[in-house]
C-alpha cells in the first residue's frame, strides 16, 4: 500500500513538474518579451505564496529600506511597495477570517495618512497619472506610486504588532537592508560585464556611477554614501551614544567612524548636516547634555578635526565636497562645485516661487509631459534654457516644502504637517512610556524621525521619497511598541519607580 501511494505521489508530482517546466523553458527562450517575464514571474510568485503568507510581515520590515526594483512590473516598482500591497492584502483577508485579530490603531497618524491619500487620488484624477510604462505621453506615475506606497506601507507595517522576541532583529533589518545601495558602485568595480544588473536598481542609484564628467568632475560614491548612512543608523539604535563611546567596546566606535568616513565618498554634504542634527537630538533624548560621554562626544569631535584640518586638500575631492561648507581649504574645483550647486537652487526657488499662488487650492499633481523634459535637456545643452528647467518639470526643487505644495497644493501640505504632529507624539509616547527592553530603539527612533522632519522642511527634501522613510520609522516604532504607550496606572507609578523601571518619567538611558 505504501509503495502504491508513493508510486501514484511520484505520478501527480511529474505530471505537474514536467509540464510547468516545459512551459517556462518555453518562456524563457524569449526573455526580451514582457510576456514571458510576466508569466515566469508568476510561476515562482505561486511558489512564494506559502512563505508569504507566513512570513509577509518580517518580509515587509526587511524590503522596507530594500534598495531594489520589481524590473518585470510596468512601471519598475520598488520591492517595499509590491511587498507592502502583498502584506496589506493578506492582513485584511486574515482580519476578515478571524475576528480576533485587529490593526494597530493611532488616528493621529492613520487620519493624516487617509486625508493624504484622498488628496493625492483626487489630484491624480484632475490632474492626470502620467504612467509611461502603459504607453502615456507623460511621466510621473512612479511618484503617484511612491507616494501612495508609503501609505500602503504605513498600514501593512501596523497590521500586527512585532513579536517582542524579535524586535531588536528586525529593527536592525530594518536599517541593514539599505546596505543594498553599494550595489551599483560595487558593480562598477566588477567591471561593464555586471551593469545589465542595474536594471534592478532605482534610477536614482542605477545612473550614479562613479564616473567624472566634463559637467561633473568629481569622482562620486553615491551608493556607498546611502550604505554608510543605513549602516551608522543601525549602530546608533543597538547601541545609543552611550553604548557607540564605551571605551571597553572600541570596536563600535570605530566601525561606525571607518563607515562613516566610506559614506563620504558620495560627496553630500547632507550626511554631515543630518547626524549633525541626529546627535543633538539624541543626546537631549538619552540626557547626556553636561555627562562624561558628552566630554568624550566633544573630545571625540576635537581629535578627528585637529587630524582632518591639516591634510583637507589632500582628501578625495568627494570626500572635500562633503566638508566644503566647513572652514577648512578644499580644491578650487570642488569649492566651485559645491557654490555652484548652492546658486543653482537659489535661482531655481526664485522661479519657482511665483508659481506657488497658482497651486494653492489645486495643487499641479506629479505629472509631467515627457516632450517637455527632453526639449528642456537640449535646450540645456545648447545653453537655450536654464540649467534647472528638468529639475523643475519634474518637481525636483531640492527642498521639501516646494515638493508638497506645488504637486498637491497646501491642502496636502496641510495634511502633512499633521502627519508629522501625530507621528511625533506617538513616538515620544513610546519614549516615555514603552516597554524598557525597547528604550533605546524607540529613543533612537523618536530622535530619526525628529531630524528627518527638521531636515525635510528647512534643508532638502523629496517627498515621495522622504515620505516613505518617516512613514516607515514611525510604522515601525508602532508595530514593535504594539501602537501608542500610555502613562502606568497612579496606584502602580510609586513602586515602578522605586523599582527604577523607566517609562514613568522621561528615561535615562542605561549602558550597552
Known sequence: MNNQAALLRGLIIGGVCLPLALFLGYQLATPEQFSSLFWVGVTFFAFLIPILLRWHHPLLIIAWNLQFLVFFLPGHPQVFIVIAALSLTISVASRMLRKDKTFISC???AYPLLALAVVTLATLYVRGVGAKAFGMSAWGAGRY???????????????QPIPPNRAKWLAALFFLSGLTAAWPD???????????LLAVLPSSLGTAIATPSPLDPLERFVGFSIMATFFCYCM??????????DWHRLWRLLSFAAVFAVGLLGGFRSQLGIFFILFLVQLGFERLYGTVVFSALLAVVVLTTLVVVPFSEDLPMSVQRAISFLPVKISPIVQQDATGTLDWRFSMWQRALPDVPHYLLLGKGFAFDST???????????????????????????????????????????????????????????YCHGDPELLRINTFLLSLFVTQVLWYL??????????????????LNLALNNGVKKPAPAHRAAAVQQAGEPGVKLPAMQPA
Open 145 to 159: 506610486a511612491g507616494v501612495l506606497g508609503a501609505i500602503i506601507g504605513y498600514f501593512a507595517l501596523t497590521a
Open 107 to 109: 488616528p493621529a497618524v
Open 236 to 245: 546608533l539604535m543597538q547601541f545609543g551614544i552611550r553604548g557607540l563611546l
Open 186 to 196: 560595487l558593480l562598477n568595480f566588477a567591471g561593464p560585464g555586471f551593469q545589465e
Open 372 to 430: 517637455d523634459l527632453i526639449l528642456a535637456g537640449y535646450g540645456m545643452q545648447h545653453g537655450l534654457a536654464d540649467s534647472f528647467e528638468d529639475a523643475m518639470i519634474t518637481d525636483d526643487y531640492h527642498q521639501g516644502i516646494l515638493p508638497v505644495i506645488i504637486p498637491l497644493g497646501v491642502w496636502g501640505f496641510a495634511v502633512f504637517l499633521a502627519f508629522c504632529w501625530g507621528g511625533f507624539r506617538a513616538l515620544y509616547a513610546n
Open 458 to 475: 528647512f534643508v532638502y527634501g523629496e517627498f515621495y521619497l522622504d515620505l516613505m522613510s518617516m512613514v516607515g520609522v514611525v510604522g
